[in-house]
């Protein structure tokens, strides 16, 4: 079989103005986007609504399950309005931060939209304008404002984004706005969601319990941008280990930690959840030239190929398909990217892929292994929970996973998870292999020249439960 066409590390595409149509939603999907982040920084529940409608009509077009990712804002603290929209500052410079402040006046006190006094601490850095600018807490100066020194010159905008990379916001991550956000999400069926500015574990398992209490049974995707959440490999790893999935977010990371640190936390993330089986997605201008050029630059398809050669899950488009110009452009140059790297060169070795080892983790291996050993053209997973496919994709195989299920939540899950193409059927003992032999029928798994039959791996197990995957055999379609 053609292995060309099948791109085993997946597309997630931010959905933004530049494609706030039906028409433009189709051509991501139809241009090989397998998931739509949905970020709740901006817009309102009813173009939500909308856009939701278009992804989903557009997935059932394409006769394959794309996965919705709701990114919640978070505590992402920004300046309020100031007049004329632009300040000059020099080093040196004295500032009040105040959350009282409703309308500025063209003084150095400014409006900020959130109470950073109850946070920050004397001595602490505070980074505006997503780190241009370099300030110092001095003192808390009352129980709304904080007094901070300018550490260089430059200037400051309207509503830009502050960093503070050492404060300890205690767990208070999730928002007022995100509860709210969480409950639409969980009325609205979300694949995802996605938790921003986590610090630890602990922050995870709020956020699940808040989604069970709203009857969700998303996964959750953790945004690694923080300074503390990356302050050790126990950290990390206790992290990963409590989410279903991690957003390498490597703008905020940077500001708050150092643009140099990026790349090796970025390896280390994406090892960690291959040994316990977890979704790695790699973030932030990884074709960020295309938001105003038709091409990428050579750095950023180098940037996008070492994520497919690191064993990344997916890769993400942000202001490239939100606010770009050549959106469907550039998930085609991300798409062939993929396709040319995973072709031309093998993922890149992990010391330890399975973590905590699981009876579906050895019969995960075994089959990866056994497909790799007789040259199978494809892997075709039965799975009730989309555990055991995720397991068999932590392996890395570099033949396509034809994974089938009765759950149409498991297979949206699922569309995000390396080398999977899920579909959902009725149950049966033998819906895996009829699965493939239909795709064969009409085309969609497609042979080499005077191939007439498939090899497969198939993969299956009990009908209702985690860890009832017993069964590995050798099939011909």
Known sequence: ?????????????????????????????????????????????????????????????????????????????????????????????????????????????????????????????????????????LEIESPSAVKVEVENDGFIMSRKGLNLPDTDFGGDIITEKD??????????????????????????????????????????????????????????????????????ARGDMAVEAGAEVVPIVQRKLIALCRKHSKMCIVATQMMGSMVDNPEPSRAEVSDVANAVIQGADAVMLSDETANGKYPVEAVLAMKNTILYTQNHSHVREVDDVSGDFKSYDAISEAAARLAEKIEADIIICQTATGTTASAIAAQRPNVPIITVTSNPRVAGQLALTYANSAFVRPYSDTYGLDLAQELKANGYLQMEDGQTELTGVIVSGGKDKIGSTDTIQIVTV
Not at 64 to 82: E, M, Y
Not at 182 to 188: K, V
Request: hydrophobic share 40%.
């Open 1 to 137: 079989m053609s292995k060309q066409l099948f791109k085993r590390t997946k597309i997630l595409a931010t959905i933004g103005p530049s494609v706030f149509t039906e028409e433009k939603i189709n051509e991501l999907i139809m241009a090989g986007v397998n998931g739509c982040r949905l970020n709740f920084s901006h817009g309102d529940y009813v173009e939500r609504d909308q856009q939701i409608a278009w992804i989903r009509k557009a997935a059932e077009n394409k006769g394959r399950s794309v996965a919705i990712l709701q990114d919640l804002q978070g505590p992402k603290i920004r300046l309020g309005v100031l007049k004329n929209d632009k300040m000059d500052v020099k080093k040196g410079d004295i500032l009040i931060l105040d959350h009282s402040v409703e309308e500025h006046d063209g003084s150095k006190r400014l409006p900020v939209q959130y109470n950073l006094a109850d946070k920050a601490k004397p001595g602490e850095p505070i980074y505006i304008f997503d780190g241009k600018i370099k300030t110092k807490v």
């Open 179 to 248: 509860m709210a956000d969480i409950e639409f999400g969980a009325s609205r069926d979300f694949d995802y969601v996605a938790l921003s500015f986590v610090q630890s574990a602990e922050d995870i398992n709020k956020l699940r319990q808040i989604l069970l209490s709203h009857g969700s049974t998303a996964r959750i995707v953790a945004k690694i941008e923080t300074k503390k959440a990356i302050e050790s490999d126990e950290t990390m790893e206790a992290i990963v280990e409590a989410t279903d999935g991690i957003m390498v």
